[in-house]
């Protein structure tokens, strides 16, 4: 999932978002569809070309000669590695800060946490800005943010250390270990495989299924079931669709061959012995946690505050929650090969290299922004090229928080930055310009490139939200009646994916209706007539969106009702057929 974010697409779990209108929810995900081919288009340098020079042949003699005779200040000119790490490492000495500070009041962030890990130490890790609005306690490193969609790699490197235990195969079929899994169609069904499940090549669209599937109260293996209903856009391994469901499925998988649930495979192999001790890896009451950033989203227009999603039905896609205290740990572990901050071997460098190893292709286009050209995704993790090093990343967005870690191993590298607002471009303005400043490209202001197109659709989304609040007040001050009678609306409404939905009277009006989610837990919905067979849709999430909802029918009778949620939930709108 990465790619920029930009005020009309949030971003979630790592996947890229793609241009569209936003009315409610983050940005950036950019969908993951093509992650670095970047939905905002921000401009980036070119990467430098440096002059060819002509090999030089001396025999050991003559170099040594050669030496000798050089001044002392030439005798050890740095490398390039050298010398853009230098050059990373003044741009956080002397303009971090002041660049942060500069962002965060610029797309409206409250809080943010980084860390940065450089040559096996960390360098940097505190927080800036404010745990909570209106509040004066402080965003520290300890600070507590959902890194959503960072979760993946911890269920891929799970996935992998089991196969080096040879409890399992990548290439075992998923129906092995769960013999009812069902995808849309039986060859898909038969062929689909634990690696298929780990690397978002299922046919699916990306985000496809999770307006039912997010903040569900169903149980995890009730949506493993349910992916049998989810109708492929692609052909089987032929396209890249992000899907968390299928990293719900390889969850299943690893406690039915561990002898644990996921969470406790997670806590027990990674978070305990990596010393990841203010971790947690489900959202079940995290709100009682001290420390904890709250959740906030502009999506609407103001700065919101959001309730915390609870998102454990997909736990092994989404769930974790952490600080870049203890992410600093994990961007360690990575970078040394499978070792602990001490020096212990916690697990084969085979384990991670599995991980890493490219299975589905996302981009071999040039990115015409920046210095990047081939992305791929492995187990949970995004790897590519920039600016001459491989680099591996994800990104995160749950509602109200967005994220991203990043680690580059060719320059002993590691970056994690966490976010309590959704719907902003800046934790990835940033750690692309980290990433310029340690890897040797030209300045340019990443941030500022992201905001200029971002504020141009603002300026579009506040107008297209005026235009559907007044469509609704139009229509409450008008005498005109409903296509049928208000009652002939109430009732129940079925989707084959979401089950049913109750539509009942808001209030004593007779003209507002809402909609009750029995299967999303405090969710609901306004209902406002605004013409015809249109009425505005209005969450009690703010996350979820503003958008036109339609009826259809013949006569008296109600057919069918068409709703949208915000694309950083999913792309396509659900329609319901009345009972």
Request: hydrophobic letters at 35%.
């Amino acid at each position: 999932y990465d790619a920029p974010a930009a005020t009309r697409t949030r971003r979630r779990n790592g996947a890229r978002h793609v241009p569209g209108r936003l009315t409610s929810k983050i940005f950036s995900l950019n969908h993951i569809i093509a992650p670095l081919t970047d939905v905002r288009r921000r401009a980036l340098p070119r990467p430098r070309i440096f002059a060819r020079v002509k090999p030089l042949i001396l025999t050991a003699t003559a170099l040594l000669a050669a030496v000798s005779c050089l001044p002392a200040h030439a005798q050890a000119p740095p490398s390039p590695a050298t010398s853009t790490s230098h050059a990373g490492a003044a741009f956080v000495r002397d303009s971090l800060d002041a660049y942060i500070r500069r962002g965060m009041k610029a797309w409206n962030i409250p809080g943010l946490a980084i860390a940065i890990v450089k040559d096996g130490q960390v360098v940097v890790s505190k927080g800036y800005g404010v745990r909570e609005v209106g509040k004066p306690e402080p965003v520290d490193n300890k600070t507590l943010f959902y890194i959503a969609s960072n979760s993946k790699l911890f269920t891929g490197t799970a996935v992998s250390a089991l196969v080096e235990e040879k409890k399992l195969s990548l290439d075992d079929r998923v129906t092995k270990h769960i013999p009812d899994f069902q995808l849309w169609d039986s060859t898909s069904t038969r062929l689909c495989t634990v690696r298929d499940l780990l690397c978002h090549r299922l046919g699916t669209k990306t985000f496809q299924g999770d307006f039912t599937f997010w903040n569900s109260s169903l149980p995890r293996m009730e949506i493993v079931r349910r992916m049998r209903l989810l109708k492929p856009e692609f052909q089987f391994r032929q396209e890249y669709g992000y899907c968390n469901s299928a990293f719900t499925a390889a969850g299943e998988i690893i406690g039915r061959v561990s002898g644990e649930s996921w969470e406790d495979y997670i806590t027990t192999e990674f978070l305990r012995p990596l010393g990841m001790t203010n971790t947690a890896a489900l959202t079940a009451g995290i709100e009682v946690r001290p420390n904890l950033a709250r959740p906030y989203t502009t999506g609407l227009g103001k700065l919101e505050r959001l309730p915390y999603d609870k998102i454990d039905a997909l736990a092994p896609a989404a769930s974790i929650v952490s600080c870049v205290d203890d992410m600093s740990k994990w961007l360690r572990f990575q970078l040394d090969s499978g070792r602990t901050a001490d020096g212990r071997r916690l697990l084969p460098w085979s384990v991670l290299q599995r991980t890493r190893d490219g299975n589905t292709l996302v981009s071999t286009r040039r990115h015409p922004r920046r210095p990047m050209h081939f992305q791929a995704y492995g187990l949970g993790v995004y790897t590519g090229d920039y600016n001459g090093r491989q680099i591996y990343w994800h990104t995160g967005g749950a509602d109200g928080f967005v994220s991203g870690t990043c680690f580059v191993p060719e320059a002993g590298l590691g970056l994690v930055i966490l976010t309590n607002q959704d719907n902003q471009a800046f934790f990835e303005a940033l750690r692309y310009q980290l990433l310029d400043a340690y890897l040797g490209v030209p300045y340019i202001d990443r941030s500022r490139q992201a905001l200029v197109p971002t504020r141009a659709a603002e300026t579009q989304d506040a107008r297209d939200r005026a235009g559907l609040l007044d469509r609704a007040a139009k229509g409450r001050e008008s005498n005109a009646k409903l296509p049928r009678d208000f009652r002939n609306y109430l009732g129940s409404y079925q989707h084959p994916l979401m089950g049913v939905i109750k539509v009942e009277a808001d209030g004593a009006s007779k003209r507002d209706l809402r909609i009750v989610f029995p299967s999303l837990p405090g969710l609901t919905a306004k209902m406002e007539w605004m013409s015809g067979e249109e009425w505005l849709l209005t969450y009690s999430n703010p996350a979820y969106g503003r958008f036109p909802a339609t009826f259809t029918g013949e006569g008296e009778k109600v057919g069918t009702l068409t709703i949208k949620v915000n694309d950083f939930l999913e792309y396509d709108p659900y329609t319901f057929t009345k009972r």
